[in-house]
């Protein structure tokens, strides 16, 4: 092979790397992104070890929508409004590069407060219903005994929440959600760093919206093995997750 065909196979090879490169780039930046759950903030609706598919154009584009999130603009494009309700991934205002995942409860100008454990929204206590179970919630390294409520929000989207059996938050300040900014919660109301939390989460603005969870395409259950330990599989894989919609 003559020097000349080397240097061709290698452009040939370079460009072929390089195309699927932008393309997979842009499938993550525009259409759909995958992302892991960590944390036990958003139990029982996500588990810890559940891989989720994102939804990028749901809301809208902005520089948070790329990798690395390059300063090119403080805009957003083909923006849509979220809904009450939404799972939504955003970059944390604290440093606008950490990823979370919340329940959106609070739009632009509501008012959110917790008064004896029920929550609050613009003055109107939310119905929750209890459901005749309890949970065993992991949070960190600890275990909480919680009760289970189904949760319906003004607009009449229903989801599971839990809570504490004993120490629960019962009583918060009065959160007014400002103009273009969102409030979000855990669905695990008493272990989730939320908007709760102003110096490290707060009010997230529009600009910070990622995109919207919309289905589980993966699970497995790191409490009995990692995915490392392939021949444990069938133990820790949870098949029941599956493709399930959010």
């Given at each position: 092979m003559n020097t000349k065909k080397i240097f061709h196979t290698i452009y040939d090879n370079i460009k072929t790397l390089l195309v699927a490169l932008i393309i997979a780039v842009l499938i993550r930046s525009l259409i759909f992104q995958?992302?892991?759950?960590?944390?036990?903030?958003?139990?029982?609706?996500?588990?810890?070890?559940?891989?989720?598919?994102?939804?990028?154009?749901?809301?809208?584009?902005?520089?948070?929508?790329?990798?690395?999130s390059p300063n090119i603009t403080n805009k957003r494009f083909f923006s849509k409004l979220p809904k009450r309700g939404d799972?939504?991934?955003?970059?944390?205002?604290?440093?606008?590069?950490?990823?979370?995942?919340?329940?959106?409860?609070?739009?632009?100008?509501?008012?959110?407060?917790?008064i004896e454990g029920e929550l609050i929204i613009n003055d109107k206590?939310?119905?929750?219903?209890?459901?005749?179970?309890?949970?065993?919630?992991?949070?960190?390294?600890?275990?909480?005994?919680?009760?289970?409520?189904?949760?319906?929000?003004?607009?009449?989207?229903e989801h599971l929440v839990v809570y504490k059996k004993r120490g629960s938050l019962q009583n918060s300040k009065v959160f007014k959600v400002p103009a273009n900014h969102y409030f979000l919660l855990g669905d695990n109301r008493d272990c989730s760093k939320d908007s709760r939390y102003l110096d490290s989460v707060g009010y997230v603005n529009n600009l910070n919206l990622v995109g919207q969870a919309k289905i589980i395409f993966f699970s497995n259950n790191t409490n009995i093995s990692s995915l490392l330990k392939f021949w444990n599989i069938n133990k820790s894989f949870r098949f029941e997750r599956l493709f399930k919609g959010l």
């Open positions: 995958p992302f892991y759950i960590p944390s036990s903030s958003m139990e029982p609706t996500l588990l810890v070890g559940d891989r989720i598919f994102v939804s990028k154009y749901t809301y809208g584009y902005s520089k948070h929508s790329f990798p690395f799972l939504v991934v955003f970059k944390t205002p604290a440093d606008n590069r950490t990823d979370y995942i919340k329940r959106l409860i609070g739009l632009p100008g509501d008012t959110i407060q917790f206590k939310i119905l929750r219903k209890p459901i005749e179970s309890e949970k065993i919630i992991r949070c960190g390294n600890f275990l909480l005994e919680t009760n289970t409520f189904i949760e319906t929000l003004p607009n009449g989207l």
